[in-house]
C-alpha cells in the first residue's frame, strides 16, 4: 500500500544553518505530496504541496520538489530562524483514482532551532 | 465557520468509559476526516465522510470506534469502553475536495487513566 517515510528526528540546528528533511514515498498511480507543519500547541497547517513530478512547492522559504525518480519530496530551507521550530510531516494524497483521497502521513520531524 | 472546530480541546476519562468527541468543520466543506495522533507517531487515519457516500471506516482500530456525520455538518467520533492505548490526540479536517487543501482542527487530547 502506499506510505511515506521521513527522516527521524530530532532536527538541531543553529539559526541560519540550511535545512533539510528528507522524505520519501511508495505509491501506485500519481499521488499529490504535500508538507504540514505543526507549531508547538497549534494545529497542522499545510506548508507547501506539490501535485505533479517535477513540481516544486515553496511557502515561507521553505521548498521541496516532487521527484518521481527518486520518489522523494524533500523539504529544503536556505536559513533557518528559531520561528521555524515546529513538527514537519510529509504526506501522500491517496488520489490515484481511489474512493477516499485520504492523506497518508510520515512520522514527523522534530525541528528545533536555537539562537 | 471560520475553520474547524473540536470539542473538548482535552478530556480525561476512566478506563472502561464511553467518550464522544465532537467537530465542526468549515461551513461547505464536504469531506471530513479523523485522524489519531499519538506520542511518537504519525498520523494515523481513522475516518473519512465524503458527501452522501458512504463512510470510509477502513481505518478504524476496533469495533470500540464508531464515528458519525449529521446532516452533511459536524461529525462525533465515539469511542465505547476506553483503553489506556485510546490515549492520543484526535484530529479532525476538512475540505472542499477530498485530499486537497486539508484545514485541521486544533484537536483533542484525549488521556484514559
Not at chain 2, 91 to 105: E, I, M, P, Q
Request: glycine share 12%.
Amino acid at each position: 500500500g502506499n506510505s511515506v517515510t521521513q527522516m527521524e528526528g530530532p532536527v538541531t540546528l543553529s539559526e541560519e544553518a540550511f535545512l533539510t528533511i528528507n522524505c520519501t514515498y511508495t505509491a501506485t498511480g500519481y499521488p499529490s505530496l504535500f508538507w504540514y507543519v505543526q507549531y508547538p500547541g497549534e494545529g497542522l497547517q499545510l506548508l507547501l504541496k506539490a501535485t505533479k513530478a517535477d513540481d516544486k512547492g515553496s511557502n515561507k522559504g521553505f521548498e521541496a520538489t516532487y521527484r518521481k525518480e527518486t520518489t522523494s519530496f524533500h523539504l529544503e530551507k536556505g536559513s533557518v530562524q528559531v520561528s521555524d521550530s515546529a513538527v514537519y510531516f510529509c504526506a501522500l494524497s491517496d488520489g490515484s483514482g481511489g474512493a477516499t483521497n485520504k492523506l497518508i502521513f510520515g512520522t514527523g520531524t522534530l525541528l528545533a532551532v536555537q539562537p | 465557520g471560520a475553520g474547524v472546530s473540536q470539542s473538548p480541546s482535552n478530556k480525561v476519562t476512566e478506563k472502561g468509559k464511553d467518550v464522544e468527541l465532537r467537530c465542526d468543520p468549515i461551513s461547505g466543506h464536504t469531506a471530513l476526516y479523523w485522524y489519531r495522533q499519538s506520542l511518537g507517531q504519525g498520523l494515523e487515519f481513522l475516518i473519512y465522510f465524503q458527501g452522501n457516500s458512504a463512510p470510509d471506516k477502513s481505518g478504524l482500530p476496533s469495533d470500540r470506534f464508531s464515528a458519525e456525520r449529521t446532516g452533511g455538518s459536524v461529525s462525533t467520533l465515539t469511542i465505547q469502553r476506553t483503553q489506556q492505548e485510546d490515549s492520543a490526540v484526535y484530529l479532525c479536517a476538512s475540505s472542499l475536495v477530498g485530499g486537497r487543501g486539508y484545514t485541521f482542527g486544533s484537536g483533542t487530547r484525549l488521556t484514559v487513566v
